[in-house]
């Protein structure tokens, strides 16, 4: 179920980045696929509460992501949010439309299909919705002693910072900073087809106490207050997501606890997120309540994440 949401989401959110890149998610999209996506995306009632043209040109080009991001953020957070009758018109159209695509996803032909797409986009979207619009007063970029990746391309300071900063912004830039680059479709392609051997090798360095990190737990938390049982996916599964041995037998949530316990991080189920982080949304549908802990998490370790 969990799974098959992800892979819902998974194509909606490849078919809201760009068209042309779907290829980087290993999918060839049929003529009918595309224009159904096109439609789907383009009519007026989606593109009021998911205003995809926002992030397109960024991802059809070699325009920084970020800025994009932020600002389509800054649309889908403080605008009101898809009603299930504009998300259920959208799906079904792309269902329609993207049938042997989306088959070739799920690994199922079946024909009804449809409908549980259907409920899938309208029981995620407002889990997504209340991710993206999560937003962290201490932002990376703005702390001189905790961030000693150093500054990034494009200074935190240039986005949306009222009542915080977004952690997806936070989180972006950090990365930025720690590639040292503008973050790009061609650059995280170059990263993934290893033409950039700079860069994959600073990839490869990554370590697991990347997870370390407020605002990603806080993503954890909220998506544990609606499926509690994600915290119990074997890391097995996921293995690959985070480079790691495939014989480990812990949890999602064994393994983000016991990595991040240095730092006082660790995963909650009952909606209770770190110091530090709110949800900065209109009219959430998100159908539970989400509070800030009070207790700080030591917020320089919570940014010291990449090799060391
Ligand atoms: C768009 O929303 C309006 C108002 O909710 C509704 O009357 C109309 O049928 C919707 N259009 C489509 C194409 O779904
Ligand atoms: C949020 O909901 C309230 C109450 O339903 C409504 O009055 C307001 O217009 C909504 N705001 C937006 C931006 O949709
Ligand atoms: C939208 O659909 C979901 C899934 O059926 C349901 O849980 C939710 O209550 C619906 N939201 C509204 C506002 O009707
Ligand atoms: C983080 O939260 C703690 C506890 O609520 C607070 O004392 C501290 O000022 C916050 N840090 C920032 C940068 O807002
Ligand atoms: C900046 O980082 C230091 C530790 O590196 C921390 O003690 C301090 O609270 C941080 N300041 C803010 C405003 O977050
Ligand atoms: C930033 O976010 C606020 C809500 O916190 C929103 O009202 C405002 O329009 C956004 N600013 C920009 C430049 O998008
Ligand atoms: C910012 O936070 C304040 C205090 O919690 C709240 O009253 C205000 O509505 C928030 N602004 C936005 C745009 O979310
Ligand atoms: C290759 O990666 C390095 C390190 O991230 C980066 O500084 C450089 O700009 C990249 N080169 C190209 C051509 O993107
Ligand atoms: C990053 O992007 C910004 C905004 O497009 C641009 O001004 C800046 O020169 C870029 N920096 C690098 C290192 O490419
Ligand atoms: C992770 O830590 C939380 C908070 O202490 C605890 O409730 C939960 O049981 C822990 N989970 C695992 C698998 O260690
Ligand atoms: C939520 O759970 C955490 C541990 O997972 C606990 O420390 C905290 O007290 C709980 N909060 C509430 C309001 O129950
Ligand atoms: C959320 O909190 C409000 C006020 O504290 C309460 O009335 C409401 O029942 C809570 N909703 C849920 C789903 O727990």
Do not use: W
């Not at 959110?13 to 999918?27: D, E, K, N, P, R």
């Not at 397109?56 to 991001?69: E, N, Q, R």
């Not at 909220?222 to 949890?251: K, L």
């Not at 110091?275 to 998100?286: E, G, H, K, M, P």
């Amino acid at each position: 179920m969990v799974g098959k949401s992800v892979l819902a989401l998974t194509a909606l959110a490849g078919a809201s980045t760009a068209l042309a890149q779907l290829s980087l998610f290993g999918l060839t999209l049929s003529q009918g696929c595309e224009t159904a996506l096109l439609g789907a995306f383009t009519s007026s009632n989606i593109s009021q509460c998911l205003p995809v043209s926002t992030l397109i040109p960024a991802f059809t080009s070699s325009a920084p992501l970020i800025p994009a991001l932020d600002s389509f953020m800054s649309d889908v957070c403080y605008t009101t949010p898809c009603s299930n009758a504009t998300l259920q018109a959208a799906t079904a159209t792309i269902a329609a439309g993207c049938s042997s695509s989306l088959s070739n996803v799920t690994g199922s032909s079946s024909t009804n299909n449809s409908d549980s797409l259907v409920m899938d986009v309208l029981q995620v979207y407002p889990v997504i919705r209340e991710v993206l619009c999560l937003k962290t007063s201490n932002p990376y970029g703005t702390n001189n002693t905790a961030d000693f990746l150093g500054p990034a391309p494009i200074p935190i300071t240039s986005y949306n910072s009222t009542n915080g900063t977004f952690c997806v912004t936070s989180v972006l830039t950090q990365l930025s900073a720690y590639f040292g680059t503008n973050l790009t479709l061609p650059f995280i392609e170059s990263i993934s087809t290893h033409m950039n051997t700079t860069a994959s090798g600073l990839y490869s360095g990554i370590s697991s106490t990347f997870l370390c990190n407020d605002c990603i737990f806080a993503g954890v938390d909220v998506v544990e207050r609606a499926y509690p049982s994600v915290g119990m996916t074997p890391v097995q599964e996921v293995a690959g997501v985070f480079n790691m041995s495939s014989s480990s037998t812990m949890t999602l949530n064994g393994l983000l606890n016991s990595t991040c316990a240095y730092e006082n991080l660790a995963t909650t189920t009952n909606g209770t997120l770190p110091a530090n982080i709110t949800v900065s949304i209109i009219n959430s549908t998100f159908p539970y309540n989400l509070t800030t802990a009070r207790t700080s998490t030591n917020s320089s370790m919570a940014k010291r994440i990449f090799g060391l």
